[in-house]
């Protein structure tokens, strides 16, 4: 006897067997037991999901002897003729190689001859979408008012393709992706039937990779029962599949909730020297974040909407216990542009590498959706003090473990900051008085003025612009104190203009992400608190953008305090509130 694939070997007999469509098989039962036989219909739905296997059923059904029968016997004539595909009453046609004109006119030039042995003649159309426009509206004629005896099943799998003229004449029925569950349900059946030795991971492996497809599920099963002679291994699945087990999955989320960015690059190494397809890996890991966000958002969810196995499902709700939902969502939108990259030919290793490292080190990120992410992160940060340092990185005060350079550099930030006279304190109580303004440092100079803003403003003396601007460092240093996040935003902006009791701030050309940001009201709160408390006056607070190339800034302004922070502040402060680290 010749071997008949197992996906032909266990094509659903009865409409009872078919998986996962019992709003289509009801509705067909139904319709065959009253009588109410549509001339046409139109299965729509990804491939192998039984949408041929049902116009099948339903040729079987109409055509039995015993029928029309929502039971057919399959053992007369007419349904073996049917199984076997030599049934001379049902039709059926490969839409995408008889797609012109001249086959419709066949189709339409022979559906008026009666039948030959059953009741009805069926036409089965497959890939109903591949039809030319030309030949779709020749078919809208007979489609719409064929002979009495004329049933017409046009199977598609892409549905938006049909012409809504020939989609308006048929009864339409989506035919819905299985879950995993169902199509592990039918393997276990079909390998029990053959006596195929396969443990459950196994076949939750095939199903998993059949993406929702059962003749590609039976079909991977039968390949594989060839290649092991009947017992199957789960590294054997793996290895033929090329899909990735679950605990790399795991492994890579761990990796990522970690910021451990070396960790991630040595894992795709890894990956590499496995021989593991980036692309495959790519989509394993999106469906395996999928699961952990659908176990964020879910108390309570319906069979089948995790796509694990039961095994899997406590360490999966311990990762959704670990990751906030929005990095979950980031990390799978990081791994879809990771996957389009892939597909317009660009290095798949290098769009994964990319991917984790953006994962783990958000910082080097630009997106608007990674900033916002970053600075919801350091609101919950504490703002001062030790923090724990990542895996396999020294732990140094002030910093997130960063090496010996950056904690030279973050050392000398303090120092610089320690310079800064503190409010209350200003050297003009001194005996003797301040130093001369000539031979101090520029960073002290403004030190020294913004000591002397600090101070309670006596009502006496008038507050200026000049003196903000003079003590704006000092001013940025006391939001520091507040709201890290803020600090980071007002790095851009600068003092313009004093009307009254409004202060203007200026940010540069290109920053109103940094001005939306400055502007929500908590952070326009702290503003004005520490000005207050700075200059002992109520200001209220009004944000602009430069037009065009132009930065506003104060012309009045000394060179070091125009520019703000010097570039080893600006390092430190990367490396100790961003965990940013010096590129050579």
């Not at 003749?215 to 291994?233: E, M």
């Not at 960063?402 to 973050?410: L, Y």
């Not at 503003?527 to 104060?554: F, H, N, Q, Y």
Request: overall charge negative; hydrophobic content about 40%; proline content about 5%.
């Amino acid at each position: 006897m010749p071997h008949v694939s197992l996906y032909r070997k266990y094509r659903p007999a009865t409409f009872d067997q078919v998986r996962g469509q019992e709003h289509v098989t009801r509705t067909l039962v139904n319709a065959i037991g009253s009588g109410k036989i549509s001339h046409a219909y139109l299965f729509a739905g990804s491939r192998g999901t039984g949408k041929t296997s049902t116009a099948k059923l339903l040729a079987k059904a109409l055509n039995c002897a015993e029928g029309p029968t929502a039971n057919p016997c399959g053992k007369c004539e007419s349904c073996m003729a049917i199984s076997a595909g030599t049934s001379l009453d049902v039709i059926e046609m490969d839409a995408a190689s008889n797609r012109g004109i001249d086959d419709i006119r066949d189709i339409r030039d022979k559906v008026a001859f009666a039948t030959v042995e059953g009741k009805y003649k069926v036409y089965i159309l497959d890939e109903a979408h591949m039809l030319t426009k030309e030949a779709s509206n020749a078919f809208l004629k007979v489609l719409e008012e064929p002979p009495g005896h004329v049933i017409f099943v046009l199977c598609t799998t892409e549905a938006h393709k049909v012409l809504p003229t020939i989609q308006s004449r048929c009864q339409r029925f989506e035919f819905r992706r299985p879950d995993a569950g169902m199509v592990l349900e039918v393997l276990k059946g079909i390998a029990e039937a053959e006596q195929i030795d396969i443990d459950d991971a196994g076949l939750s492996a095939i199903a998993r990779s059949s993406a929702g497809a059962f003749r590609d599920a039976i079909g991977a099963l039968d390949q594989l029962s060839t290649y092991c002679d009947q017992k199957i291994a789960l590294a054997d699945v793996l290895s033929m599949l090329g899909t990735v087990e679950s605990e790399l999955l795991f492994e890579a989320v761990d990796i990522a909730a970690a910021d451990d960015a070396r960790g991630a690059l040595l894992f795709v190494n890894r990956l590499a020297e496995q021989g593991k397809e980036f692309g495959q890996f790519a989509e394993e890991l999106t469906a395996h974040l999928r699961n952990i966000f659908l176990l964020q958002q879910l108390d309570d969810y319906p069979a089948g909407i995790i796509t694990a196995a039961d095994e899997d499902l406590s360490r999966l709700r311990g990762q959704a216990r670990l990751l906030a939902p929005n990095r979950v969502v980031r990390f799978i939108e990081l791994l879809a542009d990771a996957l389009a990259g892939m597909k317009r030919g660009s290095d798949p290793r290098l769009q994964l590498e990319l991917a984790f490292i953006k994962m783990t080190r958000p910082e080097v990120d630009l997106s608007t959706k990674s900033i916002q992410d970053r600075l919801e992160r350091l609101e919950n940060r504490a703002p001062s003090g030790r923090r724990e340092a990542p895996s396999g990185r020294k732990e140094v005060p002030g910093g997130e473990g960063t090496p010996k350079r950056e904690a030279a550099a973050a050392a000398d930030a303090a120092g610089r900051e320690a310079a800064h006279v503190a409010p209350g304190d200003a050297p003009g109580d001194a005996p003797g008085g301040a130093g001369t303004a000539g031979t101090a440092p520029a960073h002290e100079a403004a030190g020294d003025a913004g000591a002397g803003a600090a101070a309670p403003a006596d009502p006496q003396l008038e507050l200026s612009l000049d003196k903000i601007v003079r003590a704006w460092s000092i001013i940025l240093t006391q939001v520091q104190k507040k709201k890290i996040p803020l600090h980071s935003l007002l790095q851009e902006a600068r003092p313009l203009k004093l009307e009254g009791n409004v202060l203007t701030l200026g940010f540069p050309a290109g920053a109103e992400f940094h001005k939306t940001q400055v502007e929500k009201p908590n952070y326009m709160e702290v503003i004005r608190e520490v000005l207050k408390e700075m200059t002992g006056a109520g200001l209220a607070v009004k944000c602009v953008v430069a037009a065009g190339d132009s930065a506003p800034a104060a012309a009045a302004m000394p060179r070091e305090e125009r520019e703000g922070p010097t570039a080893d502040e600006l390092i430190a402060m990367f490396k100790a509130e961003l965990d940013a680290e010096e590129i050579p």
